[in-house]
């Protein structure tokens, strides 16, 4: 892999979601990002973390548009385990063309085929 070419924590804050976004935009393939380093469930939660609340709750943000950034074909999602409880979240950046091509087709909704066998409930 090639260098990350931003932080993904800035002065021990989660990135926010326009600076993830702007990576994606300006990054090329193959290039990754540590958009976390830690244990992304409990850091999002209120009980287990070390977060305040803001940065908890941008911190959530963040990990969901990473996520649906992936789906979409636009990023693979990796983890390194670091330590029991301590991971570093990678994202790395796919081309454009392949992220376009991996998009699945608008659902389409099909009428359910006639079952022409009598019911045959028990009444």
């Not at 911190?59 to 330590?83: D, M, T, W, Y």
């Amino acid at each position: 892999m090639t260098e990350a070419v931003a932080p993904a924590v800035l002065h021990g804050r989660p990135m926010d979601e326009a600076q993830l976004i702007a990576w994606v935009v300006r990054s090329a393939p193959g290039q990754h990002l540590t958009y976390w380093d830690g244990y992304l469930a409990r850091d999002t939660w209120s009980l287990g973390s070390g977060l305040g609340e803001r940065d908890r709750r941008r911190l959530a943000r963040l990990g969901r548009l990473v996520l649906s950034l992936a789906e979409e074909g636009f990023l693979h999602l990796v983890q390194q385990r670091l330590a029991a409880y301590r991971y570093r979240y990678i994202a790395i950046a796919r081309s454009p063309e392949r992220a376009r091509a991996h998009r699945r087709p608008a659902f389409v909704a099909h009428p359910i085929p006639h079952d022409p066998t009598p019911d045959r409930s028990i009444a």
